[in-house]
């Protein structure tokens, strides 16, 4: 199994511009979730998704932030327009089920706004 | 809020020295737990999990970790760390009781081991 899959692995941008971080989860997988992780507070969980329906958008951070998982095997983080504080890791992990709760994670997007 | 607490911020050892890095959580009922790696530049990876039966959980490489119950502790061991142990370790709750997916993380501990 090729395990999860972002793109891209690196991403500098200038302030203002959109940027869209992509995630392929583990085949078979129905829970995915985005998570930031930064020096000063750690990892935290953006949203998740089941059969690709937003669970819980709490963790978003504000309206500049959205995210899509249009099918089973795809989603989307979108962030617009990107301001400098947003530059983090992004993680993308997914989970065979719902009951099933260890997570495997992706190798990560790390985002630089300029 | 529910909430997971790391103690140790950072952790600097010798190798063939013992570890054990602690994790507490805040909720009252029926939780699973987990410890995930993160070795430098490199993506999360699950070290051991418990989610039921015998509370001393063995994982990879080495490591244990013993679920205490009335001290709501998740604490993680090994008994000689190398080099290679260097990395940043995260202890992570799930709420069972909540129904919920999430994970909820610790802030990391940093585990430099010198050789």
């Known amino acids: 199994d090729a395990g999860v899959i972002q793109s891209p692995r690196h991403e500098v941008t200038e302030m203002g511009q959109e940027v869209t971080l992509r995630c392929k989860p583990i085949s078979g997988h129905n829970s995915l979730f985005w998570y930031r992780q930064t020096m000063m507070r750690g990892l935290e969980l953006l949203i998740y998704?089941?059969?690709?329906?937003?669970?819980?958008d709490s963790g978003m951070p504000e309206d500049r932030f959205s995210a899509k998982m249009p099918n089973a095997s795809f989603s989307t983080l979108k962030i617009q327009p990107s301001e400098p504080r947003d530059s983090a890791v992004y993680f993308c992990?997914?989970?065979?089920?719902?009951?099933?709760?260890?997570?495997?994670f992706g190798p990560g997007t790390r985002l630089t706004v300029l | 809020a529910q909430s997971v607490s790391q103690h140790n911020h950072h952790v600097i050892l010798s190798e063939a020295a013992s570890l054990e890095l602690g994790c507490n959580y805040s909720y009252g009922g029926t939780v699973n737990l987990f410890w995930y790696v993160q070795y430098p530049g490199q993506h999360l990876q699950l070290l051991l999990k418990y989610f039921s039966g015998d509370p001393l959980v063995k994982g990879i490489k080495g490591f244990e970790a013993e679920f205490i119950k009335s001290k709501f502790s998740f604490n993680l061991r090994k008994p000689s760390v190398q080099w290679s142990d260097t990395a940043e370790y995260f202890c992570?709750?799930?709420?069972?009781?909540?129904?919920?997916?999430?994970?909820?993380f610790g802030k990391g501990t940093k585990l430099s081991v010198i050789p």
């Open positions: 998704f089941n059969n690709n329906v937003p669970i819980d």
């Open positions: 992990a997914s989970s065979p089920s719902a009951g099933y709760n260890e997570q495997f």
């Open positions: 992570a709750v799930n709420d069972v009781g909540a129904g919920s997916y999430q994970l909820t």
